[in-house]
């Protein structure tokens, strides 16, 4: 286990190198000035330009910023953006907030993919079964701005259920909205996939030898069926937990949530390299993690399964 | 016992009586052999293509396409107003009117008219985006899962290089960079340079269970060159579930460069596209939402048709969906 988990450190290292050096280049190859920006149009000295050229390292060639950056890093420093904030600084305030999303869009995956999800596999075919499908075959068709304008027409300006915008601090309750949005796509995926590994796992021979010995149909359903079920829910599930936490650009934009998606979506428009290049690289660590978590936790879910020799 | 279909090189050996064994056309084997030969061919392909055409999805799916196919290459067919001549702004967000199925946008323009010239648009980009993907994807999946070793690893890394980076951003960033030059051509490259990893994973896991098979060990023991069998064998073996990934990948590549328009570093404005339908209508969200539902209606229902049918597609070749029906 521990030479498994090694190796897999291993890799992800040319995959965290590759990553960081390819949206450093991109960044590095987007128009415009950055320092002209900062002083929009009052114009700027030549003076204080080349001095905050040389303070950023603009002047250095590509790969010598790229190398400065990175070992940066390992030091702990994730750069300074142009408005003279750490970047670690932006991190700590937006991560939080996009955690706190990301794990209530998750709740709501878990319990309305997995519960419709479960209902549609054991009554295969039925009304249930057909209008879940035709449901979530909409919802993974519909782009997520869609979902999230309908949304806060509907609940939030028509019915006056929630804000249709969040707050700076970014409440609870507030978040409720934007996670039920966020985790839409989601839910017509683990409806789909709860649905077909429910009916693989009826079909297997250990649930006709539940009901042959005369367990209650709940009991087979809950031990026998559901439980042996899940596994590739769960394995969905981690997946897009990490997908989540990298931040959701449209649907923390349309509900001003002051999470990862927007701040670095709006340092890509103002071509903010450091914050960029910050932002992707604790993705790309979050990432491999997760990755190496999913597996991890496959092993533990099926004991089928094992990592090492 | 008159096998007169079978070959003339299993004859030729009897007639000149050079063999102790019986011929094959006077033993029992001949019934079981002329069977075999006058039976329909059949294979994966044909298997499939017989058990889609029992599909209800796989022909609603099928007209719909059919639909967006006829709109994209001759608009005409469906209205007769230009998108973007009479636009009244005296008509701004306005109620349906005759001659106007949909009514009208801001500036004032019909909203179905320009549904339908909206139309060639997506479906390019989904279309380009698809056979970029199908390129890259196929190539790298084909090679990292047959050969191993240091060429899997280098490819599968690669793959994960760009797995990596959420590719909706990846394309803001992109099309950050060819700002100047943002066009249909440029926005499928910004989404399918970050899309073709999952089409490789996908490729790569089938030709590793492939590669396994009696007959690709046959051939590898008739010393066919390694490049014949992955090209003769392996792959037509393994591309079908590419296939299916990769029909319902057009529909995420269409919603891709929608959310592109919406984040405002799709295509310009000038260029008629669903997605700046959608991003213009939604300043006007609260007063007239039939603007901003009409754009979605029809991205959301072109999405679904490549969906459906790639879920048909998928289901038609795997044996093993098609026996639980």
Avoid at chain 1, 17 to 36: K, N, Q, R, S
Avoid at chain 1, 111 to 140: E, Q, T
Avoid at chain 2, 100 to 127: A, E, N, W
């Amino acid at each position: 286990m521990i030479g498994y988990i090694f190796k897999r450190i291993l890799q992800a290292l040319p995959v965290f190198f590759g990553t960081t050096l390819l949206i450093y280049f991109m960044v590095f190859a987007m128009p415009g000035d950055p320092i002209v920006a900062m002083f929009g149009d009052r114009g700027v000295n030549q003076a204080v330009y080349e001095q905050l050229r040389a303070q950023y390292h603009l002047d250095q060639p590509f790969i010598v910023q790229y190398f400065i950056y990175i070992g940066g890093i390992f030091q702990g420093d994730f750069g300074t953006s142009f408005s003279g904030q750490p970047v670690s600084e932006v991190l700590a305030a937006t991560f939080p907030v996009t955690i706190r999303l990301a794990l209530m869009a998750v709740f709501f995956e878990m319990l309305v993919g997995v519960g419709v999800g479960l209902v549609a596999g054991l009554r295969k075919g039925k009304l249930f079964d057909n209008s879940s499908l035709v449901m979530s075959l909409l919802l993974i068709s519909t782009p997520v701005f869609v979902i999230a304008f309908v949304f806060q027409f509907v609940f939030a300006i028509q019915l006056g259920w929630a804000k249709p915008t969040v707050s700076g601090d970014a409440g609870f309750t507030e978040l409720l909205l934007p996670a039920i949005v966020l985790s839409t796509l989601a839910v017509a995926y683990i409806v789909r996939l709860t649905r077909s590994s429910v009916i693989e796992t009826s079909g297997q021979d250990f649930v006709r030898t539940a009901y042959g010995k005369g367990l209650t149909r709940s009991r087979v359903v809950r031990v026998h069926i559901l439980r042996n079920s899940l596994i590739p829910v769960v394995t969905y599930l981690s997946i897009d937990f990490g997908v989540l936490l990298v931040g959701a650009t449209v649907t923390e934009g349309i509900f001003n949530v002051p999470g990862v998606g927007r701040t670095l979506y709006q340092a890509i428009i103002r071509g903010e390299g450091p914050t960029v290049v910050s932002f992707v690289t604790v993705m790309v660590l979050i990432y491999v993690a997760v990755n190496l978590l999913t597996d991890l936790l496959y092993a533990v879910l099926d004991p089928r399964i094992r990592y090492g020799k | 016992m008159a096998n007169n279909t079978s070959g003339g090189a299993m004859d030729r050996p009897a007639n000149r009586n050079e063999h102790y064994v019986a011929n094959l056309a006077d033993t029992a084997m001949a019934e079981i052999d002329a069977v075999r030969i006058s039976e329909k061919p059949t294979n994966l392909y044909l298997d499939a293509w017989r058990d889609l055409r029992k599909r209800p999805m796989f022909y609603i799916a099928g007209v719909l396409i059919i639909i967006a196919a006829v709109a994209a290459l001759f608009p005409g067919l469906f209205t007769q107003t230009a998108p973007n001549d009479m636009c009244l702004l005296a008509n701004s967000n306005g109620a349906p009117t005759d001659g106007h199925p949909l009514g009208f946008t801001r500036q004032g323009c019909d909203i179905y008219s320009r549904i339908v010239h909206g139309t060639s648009t997506s479906l390019s980009v989904g279309l380009i985006v698809t056979v970029m993907t199908m390129f890259i994807g196929v190539v790298f999946g084909a090679l990292a899962g047959f050969y191993g070793k240091w060429v899997d690893a280098l490819l599968s890394r690669a793959g994960d290089i760009f797995f990596a980076i959420p590719y909706i951003l990846a394309a803001v960033v992109i099309m950050s960079v060819f700002s100047d030059y943002r066009n249909v051509w440029v926005i499928s490259m910004a989404i399918g340079i970050f899309a073709w990893p999952s089409t490789a994973r996908v490729l790569r896991g089938e030709i590793l269970r492939v590669k396994q098979s009696d007959y690709v060990m046959a051939s590898t023991a008739l010393g066919v060159s390694r490049f014949k069998i992955l090209m003769r064998h392996v792959l037509p073996n393994s591309i079908a579930p590419v296939i299916a990934v990769t029909t319902i990948s057009l529909a995420a590549a269409i919603v891709a460069e929608a959310t592109l328009s919406f984040l405002g570093v799709g295509l310009p404005t000038s260029t008629m596209s669903w997605g700046n339908d959608i991003s213009q209508a939604q300043v006007d969200l609260r007063t007239a939402p039939q603007v901003l539902i009409w754009p979605s209606l029809a991205l959301s229902i072109t999405a679904l048709a490549f969906i459906m049918m790639g879920e048909a597609i998928r289901d038609a070749l795997d044996p093993k969906a098609r026996a639980q029906r």
